[in-house]
């Protein structure tokens, strides 16, 4: 009787250790932020295969049992990018229910550890282990290939489509601005601004808090014109009030005086409530005997 042919295959403490190796570089690629080719094709690709690869070991043992040669090599080939994609799904739910935002590296970190968590587990033998011959698998009949493949091509599709639907649900993060606007009719609806010299001329204005409520504290308004301080500036800031547009926390009020320029001519004049560079409105004045 012919002795049953066999491979030689490399040591399992050298290639758990290249699988480690090939982990630390495909994370370590996307956290230091290497090109997207390599990002998109290396990385993500190694870490959700060998996470796949290893998961599937630990369900489903090594596959080496003599009755398993036509029924398990479809499902070693498609069962780890099964698992892969599933545990990249598992680590943005995870990131999402731990409120940490789903960034690229945030991804690639924590499926970077569930590869190498589930690799240790999977290969927890193998560190010691000297390589050894193995029987050489049967070639498996497509009949049986076509039979087995269909359930993991179904469940590959439910877990995209699952993964697809879970991007689709999450809330699109809401950001948090302050806006700052004139509260004067003539103002917004682009009439200009008349006054004659050294009148008192007055300006209301209203910032809005959108995502987030307003600082409690009152902000300080300054006025230029014309590039230069205003003369004989008064404001006036009223309280926080609950708002009424969409997205609006909070509306805050108010108005200040200042004196016109005692010399005919435009002028751009300048609000500017609070700190912020950007809290700072413009309007066109015209200085008319």
Partial sequence: MTAPATRAVAAPRTVT????AAVVVATALVLLSAPVVLRSVVAFPVLALIAGHSATGLLFGDGKA??????????RLVLPVLFGLLS???VVLLLAVLRIPIATTGVAAGTGVAALLLLLADRRTTLLTAATPVPAPRAPQLGVLARRAAGPALAIVVVAAAAAGAVALRPAPE??????AFDEPGVVTGQPLSARPGERV???WMV???GSALPAA???V????????ASGVSAVVGAREAGTARGVVDDRRGMVTFTAPSATGLYDVEVVVGSDTASTLTVRLAVKP
């Fill in 175 to 180: 950001q948090q601005y302050a806006q700052l």
């Fill in 208 to 210: 809005s808090g959108y």
């Fill in 88 to 90: 990249l799904l598992v």
């Fill in 202 to 204: 007055v300006l209301r």
């Fill in 218 to 220: 009152e902000p300080a």
């Fill in 66 to 75: 003599d009755d398993s040669a036509e029924t398990e090599p479809v499902l």
């Fill in 17 to 20: 250790l290249a699988l480690v």
């Fill in 222 to 229: 300054a006025v230029r014109v014309g590039g230069k301080p």
